[in-house]
């Protein structure tokens, strides 16, 4: 089996393959682990599976106690907001607040050391063929293997070579986002356990405290142009030099471009996610796009499923079908929920940023709060075993 991708999706695929008994070689594009990254909320199917695969001790070591998502004005004064114990509740109570690069550390941390993790490497070439596929690597190499995993994020390698042009899947949503970090112990003291975000329009800054005095930033912003700037640190400070409250700071600690995240928001749709004995998993076939919440949750879920699929069955292409077609008519609905919930996550108007407010109020009520949680991360849930099947013997 080969991975391209050692992100969430790429890495908890290892991990599920591994304990079932498969050799598993892992590519990776960026020349290590990447440390640059947001926070997210981890809950709904990837949740699930995270506590079927033994990963939630782990996670909970890792989360951050979120008190409080609030909107702020120009002077830092509260003006909407929304209780994260309430939210907690409203979902069940299986929710964790962790940075990105933290859930991949995580998922990394559980792999064996016989599963073969290679980093600066990633495919040039597919020969995919009954029984089994050849990849040509960066390096000229060449691996044969049963199953070639596309893991490897939106802007998929994978996916270009087996599937076709990249324009094909990815629907730019119109926005960019960014994302670093910073050290500052008296924005850090000042944030505490809330989640921050300027109340405005067509752009917007998000800030929490994290360990040891850092303070990360989550930024986005409307724009009608996909192609990324060449230069993020200073795409950031043109972009978001207008706002109050604490973004001059954040924006005069901006570390250099190769210190930032950046990328645009983006969904992925693809109309069968595999071909032969290559398929595709996490953003790579299925992104919900930033704004949904739930891209790392959908990849380690998703992960799960086709590993489960390759285990109950011998052959590789009806495990493929299955894990489609038991997978996909979770992932469709919340890409959906996606496009309603844009306009909420980052108001083009006065009157959408006066409407977010006054549905945070209503979403402090009695009933009104899960109604209001349902929304934003989609209806549907899904049954897991407690534990996976059983290794077989290693091949």
């Keep these: 089996m080969v991975i391209c991708g050692a992100g969430i999706a790429g890495l908890a695929l290892a991990g599920c ?15 290590g682990p990447r440390t640059q990254g947001y926070m997210i909320d981890f809950f709904g199917p990837g949740y699930t599976a995270a506590a079927a695969i033994g990963l939630l001790p782990r996670l909970r070591q890792l989360r951050y106690p979120v008190h409080e998502l609030c909107y702020v004005d120009e002077s830092g004064r509260r003006k909407a907001g929304l209780d994260y114990a309430r939210f907690t509740r409203a979902a069940g109570g299986q929710v964790l607040s962790l940075m990105r690069p933290d859930l991949e550390m ?145 924006l005069d600690q901006c570390p250099s471009a190769d210190g930032v995240y950046y990328d645009q928001v983006a969904q992925v749709e693809v109309g069968q996610w595999s071909r032969g004995r290559v398929t595709l998993i996490g953003d790579a076939g299925y992104a919900v796009s930033l704004l949904a919440g739930q891209g790392a949750s959908l990849g380690v879920a998703g992960a799960y499923v086709l590993a489960r699929q390759l285990s109950a069955t011998a052959l590789v292409e009806t495990a493929l079908e299955r894990y489609e077609r038991c997978w996909r008519p979770m992932v469709a609905p919340r890409q959906q929920a996606a496009h309603h919930s844009a306009k909420w996550f980052l108001p083009d108007s006065r009157r959408r940023l006066q409407a977010r407010r006054i549905s945070l109020r209503l979403a402090r009520l009695p009933l009104l709060d899960r109604y209001f949680v349902t929304s934003l991360i989609g209806k549907g849930a899904m049954t897991l075993d407690d534990e996976p099947p059983a290794a077989p013997d290693r091949p």
């Design 106 to 250: 995580a998922l990394r941390e559980r792999l064996p050391g016989r599963v073969d993790v290679r980093f600066a490497t990633s495919v040039t070439g597919i020969d995919n063929r009954a029984g089994g596929v050849r990849v040509t690597l960066t390096d000229a190499s060449v691996l044969e293997a049963d199953l070639l995993v596309g893991a490897d994020g939106i802007h998929s390698a994978v996916r270009r070579l087996a599937f076709g042009d990249e324009g094909r899947f990815v629907r730019y949503l119109g926005c960019h986002t960014a994302a670093f970090t910073f050290y500052d112990p008296h924005l850090h003291a000042e944030l505490g356990d809330r989640f921050c975000l300027t109340d405005t329009v067509d752009r917007q800054m998000g800030f929490y405290g994290l360990r040891d005095g850092r303070v990360a930033v989550f930024a986005v912003h409307r724009s009608n142009d996909p192609a990324l700037p060449e230069d993020a640190r200073a795409a950031l400070r043109q972009e978001y030099s207008g706002l109050g409250w604490i973004v001059p700071e954040a």
């Design 17 to 31: 393959l591994d304990h079932l008994g498969w050799e598993v070689v892992v590519l990776e594009r960026a020349p």
